[in-house]
């Protein structure tokens, strides 16, 4: 069965968007802005950033607002003083966070604290941003309307193996798509595993993941930009003629954020192959319905992040 809603009234709530100055993270701030919502926009570059929030008020009128917060997850310093200044600004209150931002293929790169950069950058950052927002999340949240953790994967979690024993590809010869498919299988597998220890926990905060099917976002894009890999450029094409409008294509996440949905769901597209279509329920692989998988990635994050997770059993 798909699930369609309008988007509710969302004033008075606060909402933290994760990668926000193009594609899905643009799109997902206007909208949420414009039904009533403060949302603060994670950027990377301040002055790249505030032309985007200029952008996102300028869309609509109304109660709703945008401001920028300086966030890179490729930096775990960056990261923890991201989430400070998102509690100190937001008075430790957060009702959703959208960990939406990514980067995909490209050659063989390491964050700032030496991880692979796209398991560092879509999986260890948006993790310890979780974890570190928590208690924001925790006292926003009721047990009528609790907060929301939205993680953001991709079909490609299904191509993708995850090997606890060698994240960082020390070992293995360095495959782009491998490496992505594998970030984005554990966003699935966080997600279960952060909404299981909520319920035990008995938090008012739901946990929800979430993939945007094939949509035209610049995701792409900036991988050529970096690197200009082969099997970049060879999946450009397909993308452009296959592709769903980023308006199409962030409904997934918006009904995670906003809409009826239960901890632990995973949305996307309900059309063909989940390439496009209205959103609703999602198939995951049989490795992201791993709950012993689930487990040890949690302690692995743990150990590389070096941040305490909460809930923490």
Request: charge should be neutral; aromatic fraction near 4%.
């Amino acid at each position: 069965m798909t699930l369609s809603y309008e988007l509710p009234d969302l004033t008075g709530r606060t909402i933290v968007v994760t990668g926000t100055t193009s594609g899905l993270g643009f799109a997902l701030s206007g909208a949420l802005a414009a039904a009533g919502a403060r949302v603060l926009m994670t950027v990377r570059d301040a002055e790249r950033g505030a032309a985007a929030v200029e952008r996102v008020r300028a869309g609509f009128e109304g109660p709703g607002s945008a401001e920028s917060v300086l966030l890179d997850l490729a930096d775990l310093a960056s990261v923890r003083a991201a989430a400070a200044d998102i509690r100190d600004r937001t008075g430790d209150r957060v009702d959703v966070l959208v960990n939406n931002a990514a980067v995909s293929l490209g050659p063989h790169a390491r964050t700032r604290d030496g991880f692979e950069l796209q398991f560092g950058t879509n999986h260890l950052g948006p993790a310890a941003l979780t974890w570190l927002l928590m208690p924001a999340l925790r006292a926003a949240g009721t047990l009528g309307r609790p907060s929301r953790v939205v993680t953001t994967s991709s079909l490609a979690h299904r191509t993708g193996g995850l090997d606890l024993t060698d994240l960082d590809w020390e070992r293995r010869r360095y495959s782009p798509t491998r490496a992505y498919g594998a970030s984005k299988l554990a966003n699935v597998l966080f997600s279960a595993e952060l909404d299981r220890r909520l319920r035990l926990a008995g938090d008012p905060v739901l946990s929800i993941a979430a993939h945007p099917g094939l949509t035209a976002s610049d995701l792409l894009n900036n991988a050529l930009a970096r690197g200009n890999t082969w099997k970049a450029r060879l999946l450009v094409l397909p993308d452009r003629w296959v592709s769903q409008p980023v308006a199409a294509g962030i409904r997934p996440q918006l009904l995670a954020a906003t809409g009826p949905v239960r901890g632990g769901d995973y949305l996307g597209p309900t059309g063909p192959f989940e390439i496009r279509g209205p959103a609703g329920p999602a198939r995951r692989s049989a490795a992201a319905q791993d709950p012993a998988l689930a487990g040890e990635l949690w302690h692995a994050t743990a150990t590389a992040t070096g941040i305490t997770p909460d809930p923490d059993a």
